[in-house]
């Protein structure tokens, strides 16, 4: 009997143990990501910097990376993605200047939230236009995308947007954010995380705001062109000041496009967007 007592008290303990274990590794996991987005975001800081303008969104899903005479092209030249053209500024510029298909399947272990995943690719054909002329191609993935997709926000289709037609102010305009994901297809092709981070104009690297964030969740389906994540409660986002801040997934919806809009002259208060 008193041994059957003491296995059922620590029984006990472990089960009032586990949550706040679970609850520190989650708290540990959610500062790693918000880490990982606030060298995106200085990154985007930086890239405007030294060009004058932002990162563009890219052309199309299809475009690979755009090489000059072996060498990047920039601005409203590149076809990739912002998270291609901001590797010089993420300690990769060997990835950058390597060539598209190096480029394409390079793992940027910053790309990744550890709460979601490990830094993870996946291989499919060659879809490209010009094609790369390999059979298979290797994607390194993202769990990051830019605002937003409805192409007035920060990160622009085809042409950059300079700082000073941020009119809403950079401290309040988001520029990269956490994407929702369907879970139980990571690691296959699905719509928007079949292309890798360097596509272009693509679900894979740009989301909206005129659409309520979500969770990611299990089931059919794919993230719905949503920001979002796996943190209870709330995802990260960076802005365009470089700030890294936690929004609420109980966000008013109209609220939330504000934040993504970069001259819709409405103000918001933190209060309304943050999590914290």
């Avoid at 060298?39 to 303008?53: D, P, S, W």
Wanted: charged share 25%; net charge negative; glycine share 8%.
């Amino acid at each position: 009997m008193e041994l059957l007592v003491v296995i059922a008290i620590i029984g006990m303990l472990v089960a009032l143990l586990l949550p706040a274990v679970q609850s520190a590794r989650e708290s540990s996991r959610r500062s790693r990501c918000a880490n990982h987005l606030k060298q995106i975001g200085l990154a985007v800081v930086m890239h405007e910097n030294t060009r004058k303008y932002f990162p563009t969104g890219g052309w199309d899903w299809n475009s690979p990376p755009t090489y000059h005479s072996g060498r990047p092209a920039a601005g409203s030249e590149q076809r990739a993605s912002w998270a291609f053209q901001i590797l010089p500024y993420i300690e990769a510029e060997s990835t950058w200047r390597a060539g598209p298909i190096e480029a394409i399947k390079t793992v940027q272990s910053i790309y990744f939230c550890p709460t979601r995943r490990s830094p993870q690719t996946i291989v499919g054909g060659d879809t490209y236009d010009p094609p790369l002329g390999v059979n298979d191609v290797e994607r390194a993935l993202i769990d990051y995308a830019g605002s937003n997709r409805d192409d007035d926000g920060i990160i622009r289709r085809y042409d950059p947007l300079r700082a000073r037609q941020v009119h809403d102010g950079l401290s309040k305009t988001m520029v990269v954010a956490e994407k929702r994901l369907n879970l139980s297809l990571l690691g296959t092709p699905q719509p928007d995380d079949n292309e890798g981070y360097a596509s272009g104009w693509n679900a894979d690297t740009m989301r909206q705001t005129n659409k309520s964030p979500e969770p990611d969740f299990y089931g059919t389906g794919d993230g719905e062109k949503r920001f979002g994540g796996s943190h209870p409660a709330a995802f990260n986002a960076v802005f365009a000041d470089g700030s890294v801040h936690s929004i609420s997934f109980d966000v008013d919806r109209h609220v939330f496009n504000r934040v993504g809009v970069v001259d819709d002259g409405e103000a918001y208060s933190n209060s309304e967007v943050f999590f914290e």
